[in-house]
């Protein structure tokens, strides 16, 4: 048996926390908190195996084609201060009207 086919015996594949639409990336905070966001505009907390929506931007996030809430970044100190920056193209109809 080669090694690559030892290494990829190892791999199991499990859903960790089903439901989610079009997830595009995940983070942690300095407890280690899971925040999960969705391209359409949706940004997730999640503890302990609850999901609780933080942020929903749907209305004003352009969510087609490659479009949509990219990134997240949490501040290094955002346990303390709260800060969330966020990543997205804009709805031109949202930021027109």
């Not at 439901?19 to 940004?43: I, S, Y």
């Not at 609780?52 to 346990?79: K, Q, S, Y």
């Amino acid at each position: 048996m080669g090694m690559g086919s030892m290494a990829q015996a190892q791999f199991v594949n499990l859903p960790v926390l089903p439901g989610w639409t079009n997830p595009t990336g995940l983070t942690f905070d300095e407890t280690g908190r899971l925040f999960v966001w969705e391209k359409q505009g949706r940004l997730y907390i999640v503890e302990q195996g609850d999901r609780r929506l933080l942020i929903d931007i749907r209305e004003e996030c352009a969510n087609w084609r490659d479009h949509g809430l990219m990134d997240v970044a949490l501040h290094p100190n955002f346990v303390n201060n709260g800060q969330i920056f966020l990543f997205y193209a804009v709805n031109r109809h949202y930021l027109l009207n």
